[in-house]
């Protein structure tokens, strides 16, 4: 089983690709339809420059140390959806890095998922969606909302660069296909969980569907103009 839904996801890998990178106009639309004055914004953008200042205060050891183990907690969270035995997660002493081990091949979606995929804000999504249902939301939530945007923004960020031996084992064109718009895709799904919970999460793909479907209409009409 392992072996065959490992085939399925690398068909998938172009396609994906290309999708996030046509998606991308769709994506960059779509802020628009965000109003960042109502409370529930306004308390994240809080949170969000909330990360920045106390990331000035962090021991430099300390958020590497952290971020490496999400990065690794990531990788791993994907082997085991993808049905491979987790043997071992582990941060090495001198914080230069870290590993982690499982039975079977790997594919490009565990490969990638650190660079995309907000574990610690996924986490972070279903706590607040248990604490919602026995007590109301406040600012203070979408503060920690907001805080995990601005966590996920950095260690992305910090994660990119020539040396990070992951990102040439899928390829720097798929990187540069599908990057941009799996990280727009998933700050802006925080967003949208941020201002109505899962409706509100569901409602943006949605959105992003109808963005998708009217800018290839235009294009197909613009190209038939054309030729």
């Known amino acids: ?71 690794e907690m990531t990788h791993a969270f994907f082997a085991f959806l993808t049905l491979h035995k987790i043997k071992s997660i582990r941060v090495n002493p001198d914080n230069d890095g870290g590993a982690m081990s499982f039975e079977g091949p790997s594919n490009w979606l565990i490969v990638i998922a650190p660079y995309f995929f907000p574990l610690f804000g996924m986490m972070v999504m279903i706590a607040i969606s248990v604490y919602t249902r026995y007590a109301p939301s406040n600012f203070i939530i979408y503060m920690v909302m907001g805080f995990f945007i601005g966590y996920h923004v950095d260690t992305v960020a910090s ?10 084992k899928v390829g720097y064109k798929f990187c540069i296909m599908f990057l941009p718009g799996a990280n727009l895709w998933a700050i802006l799904s925080m967003m949208a969980f941020n201002s109505r919970g899962w409706n509100g999460f569901w409602v943006y793909q949605n959105l992003i569907s109808q963005l998708n479907s009217r800018n290839f209409d235009f294009a197909s009409k613009y190209l038939s103009q054309i030729f």
Do not use: C
């Open 159 to 168: 994660q990119i660069h020539e040396k990070q031996t992951d990102l040439p």
């Open 1 to 71: 089983m392992q072996s065959l839904l490992n085939k399925i996801i690398e068909l998938f890998k172009w396609p994906v690709a290309l999708y996030m990178l046509v998606s991308l106009p769709a994506y960059i639309q779509s802020f628009s339809y965000f109003s960042l004055t109502n409370l529930p914004s306004a308390a994240m953008i809080g949170g969000f420059f909330l990360f920045f200042i106390s990331r000035g205060f962090m021991d430099s050891e300390m958020k590497t140390s952290m971020e490496i183990a999400a990065h």
